[in-house]
């Protein structure tokens, strides 16, 4: 048997419904014995690290919400299937029909290097106190913000000088 060629089509979802899809998609796979049409089923996401009341905690964050990717073959029967599962919009096209995506363009997508940031409260100009390491009990004022570190720059006084130094989100929390 010929090789069939697949290529990527993104699917656009419901808010909030494409991990739905996609485990929908996963069944449909199993069920109907699909893997030799369907390659793979992605939902992009980022690991974003949240500093909340002194703790780091990951979540999850969709990389495109409301959209889902597929390598498959192009086959119309199956587009409609895919196309009435709960949650699916439409695939992504103009009115001639889905238009696939390169391989390039998608690995962009899924593929991002490290898939990890930071979202904190901090703000530069403000006060926080480090709460661990050997400045622990120190209050600073906040120079510098590196979100893809989940860093601070903060000015702290050491005997009678300001003097900068790099704490972690997690070693402080900050000083209304």
Known sequence: MAELIKKWYAIQTLSGREDDVKEAIETLIETRNLQ???????????????????KIREKKKKVLPSYVFIKMVYDENLMYEISNIEGVVK??????????????????????PDNVSFESDF????TVKIVNGPFK???????????EKGKLEVMITVLGRETPIEVEFKDVIPMS
């Open 36 to 54: 030799d049409y369907i390659e793979s089923v992605e939902v992009p996401i980022d690991i974003v690290r949240v500093h909340e009341r002194g």
């Open 91 to 112: 695939f992504v096209g103009d009115r001639r029909g889905p238009k696939p995506m390169s391989e390039k363009e998608v690995q962009k997508i899924i593929r991002r």
């Open 137 to 147: 009990d120190f209050m600073g004022k906040i120079n510098n913000i590196d979100y």
């Open 123 to 126: 703000e530069e100009g403000g």
